[in-house]
């Protein structure tokens, strides 16, 4: 016999259980949540109380002064959570811009591989057809962006397919274009004196890794190694971009990065690359969506632009003059 109660009861779960979940999560307390929502701590606490008798699990934790932290199976329970609730959102407004209520709104998450001359292009050029639709960008590493991908914050994400397997989680990808990791450091370094420089010429400098991608400092360390030379010992690890960039331009830090990085400027840009061809990583830039979430018309025509904007970075090759 097939024991089909949990299925029924789950028939029981509404949005409201889950947007009062969220917000007690996200606030930190039932006094607060409750003045957000317009509702009572009772009827707040009544709603927690029905959605774990739903579950079957115990959500959250209260103490005293009515605070509260999720529990582990609350934190687990979180993210598909919010993921129902901008589904839901994303539902209305696809049925209200194909009856013409409103244009619809789209938002992208932009990974760092992603050519962002050819992005701005295309996102110009969806503004042009669609100048109602509003449109949100969200630019960051191509890993935080899909946490927010899975939460439904995100439509889709243009960035690094990363080396974690994302498909048994509802991830789908198409490969875009491949490319390089380069070396770069800011346009005073003293690598830059070099004619022709070497890895070696790099000893001693402190590099910047990627927070979300520890094996990067691995692949350049080894890059050293390869060549029978002291290893960097310091490192600074940050997936903040713009304080990234702010100390390379501070000091003399090396940055293994995307081309797409300082290729858009011109030749006095204020960082530049090191030509030397390690340490180098092959990133596939690709877009990134979830096979479960349909998408509204504005999103796949903002996409197919996309698609058609990516396709010379394909045929680009991106050269440099690499010391022997």
């Known amino acids: 016999m097939i024991d089909i109660e949990p299925r029924c009861r789950s028939l029981d779960l509404s949005f409201k259980e889950l947007e009062r979940f969220v917000a007690v999560v996200e606030y930190g307390s039932l006094g607060d949540a409750a003045k957000i929502l317009g509702v009572t701590q009772q009827a707040l606490g009544r709603s927690l109380t029905k959605l774990e008798d739903i579950l079957g699990a115990k959500l ?92 439904g914050v995100l439509d889709c994400v243009v960035g690094a397919i990363p080396e974690a397997d994302y498909t048994r989680r509802g991830v789908v990808h198409e490969v875009l274009y491949s490319i390089d990791d380069i070396v770069v450091a800011r346009a005073q370094h003293p690598v830059h004196k070099k004619k022709r420089p070497r890895l070696k010429d790099l000893e001693g400098y402190t590099w910047l890794v990627a927070r979300r991608r520890p094996n990067d400092w691995s692949v350049i360390r080894d890059a050293f190694l390869a060549e029978d030379l002291a290893p960097p010992q310091q490192v600074i690890r940050t997936d903040a971009v713009m304080v990234g960039t702010q100390l390379m331009l501070n000091d003399n830090f090396l940055f293994m990065v995307s081309p797409t990085f300082v290729e858009e400027g011109s030749s006095d840009s204020l960082l530049k690359q090191v030509p030397i061809s390690r340490p180098t990583v092959t990133r596939h830039s690709g877009l990134m969506t979830m096979r479960s979430r349909q998408l509204i018309p504005a999103t796949i025509e903002l996409i197919n632009i996309i698609r058609e904007h990516s396709k010379a970075r394909r045929r680009k090759k991106y050269r440099v003059s690499v010391g022997q």
């Open 60 to 151: 959250v934790s209260r103490s005293q002064g009515s605070q509260t932290r999720p529990t582990l199976t609350g934190e687990a329970f979180l993210q598909y959570a919010k993921s129902q609730l901008n589904s839901m959102s994303q539902a209305l407004q696809h049925v209200q811009s194909l009856v013409g209520a409103r244009a619809g709104r789209v938002s992208l998450g932009v990974g760092e591989t992603c050519d962002i001359g050819a992005l701005s292009r295309a996102v110009g050029e969806f503004h042009e057809r669609q100048p109602d639709v509003e449109i949100s960008l969200l630019e960051d590493y191509t890993e935080s962006l899909l946490d927010l991908l899975l939460e």
